[in-house]
Every structure is written in C-alpha cells, then in structure tokens.
C-alpha cells in the first residue's frame, strides 16, 4: 500500500522558513516522481515542485522559484521542501504526491498524502 506522509508544517513569520517532510513507503521510491501541491482556502489545488527521483531534475512554479528548494534522500524514501523568504501568500496546507511523471496537473498524480498546515503571518 502507497502511504505519503508529510510533516514539517506550522505557524512562521513572513521571512521565515521551514522544511517539510514526505516520507514514502509502498513503492520503489527511486522509480518515481515525486511533486508537492498547495491549497488555500477557497482556491484551486496548485502545483510547487516536483523532482524527478531517478536523475534528480526539479521543477518549480514561478511563485516560488527561487525560494523553495525540493531535494530528495533515496536511502530515506523522504522528499524535502525547504521554503525560505515565506510569505502570506504561500499560506496553504501542503501535499506530497506521486505521479506517472512530473506534471503542473493535480490529475496526473496518482497518491497524495493528507497534507501539512504552513500558515504565514505578516
């Protein structure tokens, strides 16, 4: 059975940083993609990074890049995202999810984990 579970959320300054955890098990984490997504309230699900677990090639939304770095530890099954100059905006509760390949598309990921509260205040 695929589980994601992430961890690393919470309540920082606008400035601030945090680094979240997706830990995987159930698959050959090196086989796969893994990409993390945020929600707001009342807004869409959208994609932040997604790094490419064979040849470690990442993918950032414009929002983001420059900010947030996505690594990953194969020995641990763990995918990181460090967020760094956080902001208001970036408040949103954060998923990891595993997809056919790397895509911007909430649909094209098959697992998602339940997800971790990142609030920013200002």
């Known amino acids: 059975e695929v589980q994601l579970v992430e961890s690393g959320g919470g309540l920082v300054q606008a400035g601030g940083s945090l680094r979240l955890s997706c830990a995987a098990s159930?698959?050959?984490?090196?086989?796969?993609?893994i990409g993390w997504f945020r929600q707001a309230p009342g807004k869409e699900r959208e994609g932040v990074s997604c790094?490419?677990?064979?040849?470690?090639?990442?993918y950032y939304a414009d929002s983001v890049k420059g900010r947030f770095i996505i690594s990953n530890d194969n020995a641990k099954n763990t995918v990181y995202l460090q967020m760094n100059s956080l902001k208001p905006e970036d408040t949103a509760v954060y998923y990891c999810?595993?997809?056919?390949?790397?895509?911007?598309?909430?649909?094209?990921?098959?697992?998602w984990g339940q997800g971790t509260q990142v609030t920013v205040s200002s």
């Open positions: 159930g698959f050959t984490f090196d086989d796969y993609d």
């Open positions: 999810a595993v997809p056919e390949v790397c895509t911007w598309y909430a649909t094209g990921y098959d697992y």
């Open positions: 790094i490419n677990s064979r040849d470690g090639v990442t």
